[in-house]
């Protein structure tokens, strides 16, 4: 249950910094250049933390959930994935990279597509009646 609270203050502290952050660096030109940042962010921090504090044994298993899993993983989750194919490709899995790679494109715009057009298809409850 410790731990479980640990993800939960660090994700709330890494869904604010994303909602803020975002807000602040919100474009008119169309391009998410908010949710760009901050995946490139999130990215280099989530490499940083994991390859820097395990070399070094810096953080404890609680920092780690903290830091790793709550704050960057609710700042964004395109960090965690950057991260998992870069090793896979260090390890010469570059089947399971390229599958991993596209796989979760392909699945995440085949899912977001899903759940758009089915909340385009559910009606409103008044709409019903």
Known sequence: ????????????IGANLRYWLGEWMSSSSGFPTGTFVINAIGCFLLG????????????SKEWSLLLGTG?????????TFSVETLLLIESAKYIVASLYVFGSIFLGIGLAYIGVRLALYC?????IA
């Open 123 to 127: 009606k409103k409850e008044e709409d």
């Open 1 to 12: 249950m410790r731990n479980v609270l640990i993800v939960m203050l660090g994700g709330f």
């Open 71 to 79: 704050l960057i993983g609710s700042f964004t989750t395109f960090s």
């Open 48 to 59: 940083w933390l994991l390859t820097y504090s395990e070399k070094n044994r810096l953080l």
